[in-house]
């Protein structure tokens, strides 16, 4: 999976997976106010989530329901009209 640095727009996020209600938190600090998509992989590159996202201007929290996800590594890709960042979720 390529990763490719967003400009003027979001550059790193967080991940934080909570097993009891089955979602993940996605908190990233944004430049200004624009959507994005979401993105949620298995490792094997086959896509389990695509969710739009509204964003504003500065720090952004995200509660995404993601269902039961068996332990493992998945990808979260968050993309936008400047590019893509991806980074790796691990479920215990």
Known sequence: VGQQEMQNSTTDFSLYYNL???TFDVNFYA???EKLNLQLFDITGRV???QPLAV???FNKHHIPAGKL???IYLVRLMTEHGAVTKKLIVH
């Open 56 to 58: 504003t201007e500065g």
């Open 31 to 33: 430049n200004g106010n």
């Open 70 to 72: 068996s332990s493992g």
């Open 48 to 50: 389990l989530l695509q």
């Open 20 to 22: 009891s209600n089955e």
